[in-house]
């Protein structure tokens, strides 16, 4: 199958193209872009007149909720949902059900995965056994079965020797160690950001500190065992001068933010939204503008959606009994599109953030349109705006903070391995 994208404009940040190009796409594989092969007949032509051609976006938390909370979502619906959003590539964490700390279970999602011909699954293998904080998982045979890295989730691993023996063999072998920073005995029982909204509401709450101090006993097991740790969902400004002191010194540290905590504080609650209940919680308004400054400057390595799809039964509850979570996998590129217009960013930066930072840190060829490499396409229109709504949303799981707001950035096209998988 021969596919010509035209008219468009194609924004490549690893290859720093950003102008009106065509891309040529045979075989599953870009063939070039700008002039057309020698000899080429397409076999289709995609007009992107009024469009961006970008490369598919790579997302480093999507929770497909298979095997074990099919209630709450199927693999199908997410795997349709992802591409939908123009996410080609994502990482899944370990915490289904059973937990993904055996190499059949590994095998099974991504088999599973392949026979829906839609975007390219990567899942994040447990750290302990049953993410019981306990025993080692066996790392070696998880990374054979396809992990690309080792997780616990949001799973509290409070046995600092245990994460300094994972930490140790992980180093041995060259895997990365994936951890929410988050001290659970500061954060037990808590639901919101220690501030002025969680008093007013009664809420318990979770100290900036929770996340620091973790923060800091990471960055000193790394030093003490060499090991190349991503952080995920960082959530306090405190914890951005520390990643930026970390990379001073040239520690393998990287690390990411969700979505919603650049858009969302804590104000956003309101009177108990169950919406906005998420892990981590919805900080302050300083600590907002410190992640969306270190998005800006490099400090923060990527931008994911944090998808995590939850029942309608399970967030129809008190605010402090709701299960924590939202969907976003849909929502990423239309909210850092939006992100990247209040602050006035270049649309080649933000593509960066969702593509080439995540693809580095998961280590995989993707996010970029090189020729001879997978054509992982996803084609938006930056100019058109829908709203947020349960009915517009693929995903099994409508619950999002973000429902009723009007989004720029229409997905029109996704392609992966060549092929059309998503058009609208």
Not at 56 to 64: E, H, I, K
Not at 109 to 120: I, Q, T
Not at 229 to 249: G, I
Request: charged share 20%; proline share 6%.
């Amino acid at each position: 199958m021969k596919i010509e994208i035209r008219n468009g404009r194609l924004i490549d940040p690893k290859n720093a193209i950003d102008g009106k190009h065509s891309l040529f796409i045979a075989a599953g594989r870009v063939v070039s872009t700008g002039a057309a092969p020698d000899g080429w007949h397409a076999n289709r032509v995609i007009d992107a007149a009024g469009l961006v051609v970008a490369p598919g976006l790579v997302d480093l938390s999507v929770r497909l909720r298979e095997p074990g909370f099919e209630y709450k979502a199927t693999l199908e619906s997410e795997m349709l949902a992802a591409v939908a959003g123009g996410v080609t590539s994502f990482a899944c964490p370990p915490d289904t059900d059973p937990v993904l700390d055996e190499p059949g279970l590994v095998e099974m999602l991504k088999h599973r995965a392949r026979s829906l011909n839609a975007s390219r699954v990567y899942p994040l293998g447990a750290l302990t056994r049953g993410l019981q904080g306990q025993e080692l998982a066996e790392m070696g045979e998880l990374a054979d079965a396809g992990c690309i890295g080792f997780s616990h989730a949001d799973a509290p691993l409070p046995d600092t020797l245990v994460l300094y023996r994972t930490m140790q063999y992980a180093a041995t072998f060259g895997y990365t160690v994936w951890l929410r920073p988050q001290d659970a005995f500061l954060a037990r029982d808590g639901v919101a950001h220690d501030g002025e909204v969680a008093t007013r509401l009664g809420l318990p709450a979770i100290p900036a500190c929770a996340e620091t101090i973790a923060l800091a006993t990471i960055t000193q097991l790394m030093e003490e065992t060499g090991a190349r740790v991503h952080l995920c969902r960082l959530s306090t400004r405190t914890a951005v001068a520390q990643v930026r002191a970390a990379k001073k010194v040239r520690l393998p540290i990287t690390c990411d933010v969700s979505i919603h905590h650049l858009h969302l504080c804590e104000i956003d609650i309101g009177y108990f939204d169950a919406n906005c209940r998420l892990v981590p919680p919805l900080r302050s308004t300083r600590d907002r503008d410190a992640l969306r400054g270190g998005v800006v400057d490099g400090t923060i390595d990527a931008v994911c959606s944090d998808h995590a799809p939850v029942d309608d039964d399970a967030k129809q509850l008190p605010f402090g009994e709701a299960e924590p979570g939202a969907t976003g996998v849909e929502l990423l590129l239309p909210l850092a599109l939006k992100l990247a217009q209040e602050d006035k960013q270049k649309m080649a930066d933000m593509i960066g953030w969702l593509t080439v930072g995540p693809a580095r840190i998961m280590a995989i060829d993707a996010g970029h349109l090189s020729a001879g490499h997978a054509a992982d396409v996803c084609v938006f229109d930056p100019s058109a705006f829908w709203r947020v709504e349960r009915g517009a949303l693929r995903s099994q799981g409508k619950n999002t903070p973000f429902l009723g707001l009007e989004v720029p950035g229409k997905v029109r096209y996704t392609l992966v391995n060549g092929q059309v998988v998503f058009e609208a």
